[in-house]
């Protein structure tokens, strides 16, 4: 109805102005003709009267000549007449003509020299605004054998011209509003009509032609979007937004309070054993443990992970429980301990040899070995037992995490049936065709499908899954619902782009973002007008860091502007040494700085600072807030939590993203300078234009990053899939599946 009122409003305001212009051009053009039209009839009164005038012209025949003059001066539109000599003196006038126009007055503008040939003199007229109203005089000469009388002057009333402009004013005013009424009602009507054929024509074909072969995938995008919209949009207006007290309370309102077990490779605190013999706790460099962390503290629970710290199990119960954070103990950690063997089959081999680039399209190659394959699934089945023994329910929640646990979900599902298990995949989901390279991949495939739900970073990840399973295994694929049904379970396939929490709690104990830049520079040994970059990511192939190191010279070979005053800094967290591929870049790394700063060192200055090894998160944030620009280069990354960080720890709203086209965040940063981190000019272009950009540009691209995490952040990320869990569980009871439950003892318990 507001639609259709503004709409109205505009179309009245338009259909004024229409009029007004209208209006100002018909007048204009009426008032040409209607003075053309007077000029025309004092010639021809003039004309008409010219032998008679002529005989008479005389000034001892002024009583004739006024006579004559009288009876041009009949018509009613014509005021008066005078009768004007060659030399400008008045011959006659009639009574009623105004004496403002004498005969000297009006001869300069008819009589052109002071000669009386003919030539010289020309009609003229003249529009006059008097006290009574607007006339028009118009001065005609009298001609004889070539010579100049004199000339004639008619003083015409301009009044009936001024009543006849009202009325074609009022009438073009009426009209448009007759207009303006019918347009409005006629749109309306159509619209309606319009509104009423459509809605006939959806419902004929939900009803008919929605079961034709041919329309039910446009059907399902169709449904899909609406659930999907409609989903997000319930949940965004709800209850404001997502902070861990709205997460908790989602969790007591929609799953009853249920106790949450996660299990993830990593550990979010790793004690480990110093040089010096004393006990250190690590933060690890993990996107998962960025992510996952905020969400435990926030819901409580036990999280279930390898215990990989050297001072793990001395710092654990027998059980390998221990109470985390430090300090704030809100969750339980529980380690899993692996022999050397079993870490080295199931996490360096077939997790990180063969999964890792399986996925990611990094042109490493994948191995798979069969002893690996063994190590993994026993690593699968001893993690989900202890998943199980965790638990305090028949239908616990469990949140399984990422491609080291492929195989979980359907073992815990075979001890807990009823268990609602929500698996994501950190990240990228791989085409069958690369999938197809796996030569278990119909087990990983059942391994996954134990879950209840099923979360990627994005739809095509979705999408490749649903493809792969279609491909490889006997199952129905519920393409409206992207879901799966293998065995009778259903798994729903969902798109959940993962975040991070909001605000940063390392941010809370951040010096201000000046102090941080100074502290930075002193420690790197720095002047002060030092442009900065900085890069934060594991060793990791598929982050791009040696195309990263490429860029920065690329760019002080085409800028040299830059030469001596930009300084990268990359933060390089050494990573899963064990495996050949990563010493190797480890050492590419190293030497292509080394390479770039011999080629652009200037006495103290060298381009590339690299620091390899652990940083834990104070000093990351540090780096961040000090930066100039954050340059996230992945060659291929399912998220990349690092460039949402870096926007997270600008609270200043400066700094510029340089973000790859091929990190999923590049789809929700799009603020970000945008590149393909292969191509280095394009790269190179955008470093030089963010450290040329205006303090007000960053501002602006930094806010409105920062206003989209705010938004989405991590809370809004489990919550989604908390409330998706638990519409699932209310389905299943519906439908039977936990009947029982109802009045069994887990039900009576809460
Ligand atoms: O998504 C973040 C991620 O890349 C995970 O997939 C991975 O587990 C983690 O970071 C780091 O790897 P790792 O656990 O082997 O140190």
Redesign the pocket.
């Known amino acids: 109805m507001a639609r259709l009122l503004r709409f109205l409003a505009v179309l009245v305001v338009a259909l004024g102005l229409l009029a007004w212009g209208s209006f100002h051009v018909v007048n204009s053009t009426t008032q040409a003709w209607f003075e053309k039209d007077i000029a025309l009839r004092a010639q021809l009164a003039v004309n008409g009267a010219r032998w008679a005038l002529l005989s008479r012209w005389d000034p001892a025949q002024a009583d004739a000549i006024r006579d004559v003059l009288t009876e041009i001066a009949r018509d009613e539109r014509i005021m008066g007449a005078a009768a004007c000599n060659s030399d400008l003196s008045l011959l006659a006038a009639t009574t009623e003509y105004p004496s403002q126009f004498s005969c000297a007055g009006l001869g300069p503008q008819v009589r052109q020299t002071p000669d009386t040939l003919a030539k010289d003199w020309r009609t003229s007229t003249l529009d006059v605004q008097l006290p009574g109203g607007r006339v028009h005089v118009s001065a005609v000469p009298i001609v004889y054998v070539g010579k100049a009388m004199g000339f004639v002057a008619l003083v015409h009333d301009m009044a009936f011209i001024d009543r006849r402009e009202a009325k074609v004013q009022q009438l073009i005013l009426i009209a448009f509003g007759v207009l303006a009424v019918a347009a409005s009602l006629i749109t309306v009507l159509a619209g309606r009509l319009f509104w009423r054929w459509w809605t006939q024509e959806i419902r004929k074909f939900l009803k008919g032609g929605a079961q034709r072969r041919e329309f039910r995938p446009i059907l399902r995008d169709v449904r899909e979007l609406i659930e999907r919209i409609a989903a997000d949009r319930a949940l965004d207006e709800e209850g404001g937004a997502w902070t861990p007290a709205r997460l908790k309370q989602t969790l007591t309102q929609h799953l009853h309070g249920e106790k949450v077990v996660i299990l993830a ?2 550990e979010p605190y790793i004690h480990d054993r110093a040089a010096d013999g004393t006990v250190r706790i690590l933060h ?1 460099a ?3 443990v960025t992510a996952m962390e905020p969400v435990m503290r926030a819901c409580g629970g036990v999280w279930v992970a390898h215990g990989s710290g050297s001072a793990d199990r001395e710092t654990a119960d027998h059980d390998g429980r221990i109470r985390v954070p430090p300090g704030e103990e809100s969750y339980i950690l529980r380690r899993v301990w692996l022999s050397p063997e079993e870490e080295k089959g199931y996490y360096y081999g077939f997790a ?1 040899e063969g999964l890792w680039p399986l996925c990611h399209m990094a042109h490493t190659r994948p191995v798979f070995r069969r002893e690996d394959w063994e190590h993994y699934k026993i690593a699968n089945r001893r993690f989900a037992e202890t998943v199980c023994s965790e638990v305090d329910s028949d239908d616990p929640i469990v949140f399984v995490q ?2 080291h646990f492929a195989l979980a979900p359907r073992f815990i599902r075979e001890h807990l049936p009823r268990a609602t298990i929500i698996s994501f995949w ?2 990228p989901w791989p085409n069958s065709e690369r999938l197809g390279i796996c030569p278990w991949r119909e087990e990983l495939l059942q391994g996954m499908l134990g879950s209840s739900i099923l979360g990627f970073h994005t739809q095509l990840y979705c999408n490749n899954f649903v493809d792969a399973v279609d491909r490889f295994l006997e199952a129905r694929i519920d393409r409206e619902q992207t879901a799966v049904i293998h065995q009778k379970r259903r798994t729903l396939v969902r798109a959940y782009p993962i975040s991070i929490e909001w605000p940063s709690h390392w941010l809370k104990d951040s010096p201000q973002p000046s102090d941080c830049r100074g502290r930075v520079l002193a420690e790197l040994k720095l002047s002060p007008d030092t442009l900065l970059g900085v890069g934060v990511d ?1 060793l990791d192939y598929t982050k791009g860091i040696e195309e990263r190191l490429w860029a920065v010279e690329r760019l002080l070979e085409r800028y040299p502007e830059f030469r001596g005053r930009f300084t990268f800094v990359q933060l390089a967290a050494p ?2 040494t064990a495996i050949e591929r990563y010493r190797q870049l480890d050492e590419a790394v190293a030497t292509t700085a080394a390479r770039i700063n011999e080629r652009f060192s200037m006495g103290e200055y060298r381009p590339i600072i690299l620091l390899r090894a652990h940083h834990e998160p104070p000093t990351v944030y540090r780096y961040y807030r000090a930066a100039d620009l954050c340059y996230v280069s992945s060659l291929h990354d ?1 998220m990349n939590l690092v460039a949402k960080e870096f926007v997270a720890a600008r609270d200043d709203e400066r700094g510029v993203l340089v973000l790859s086209h091929f990190a999923g965040a590049s789809k929700e940063l799009t603020e970000a300078l945008i590149v393909n981190p292969y191509d280095l000019d394009e790269a190179s272009s955008a470093l030089a234009t963010a450290l040329r950009m205006s303090p007000e540009e960053q501002q602006e691209r930094m806010h409105a990053m920062r206003t989209l995490l705010a938004e989405y952040n991590v809370y809004r990320w489990a919550g989604r899939m908390l409330i998706d869990a638990a519409r699932l569980r209310g389905k299943d009871r519906l439908t039977g599946r936990l009947s029982d439950h109802l009045t069994g003892p887990t039900e009576s318990r809460r």
């Open positions: 490779n990593r690890p993990s996107g998962l990180n990422d491609y950190h990240i594991r990573s899963r399912g």
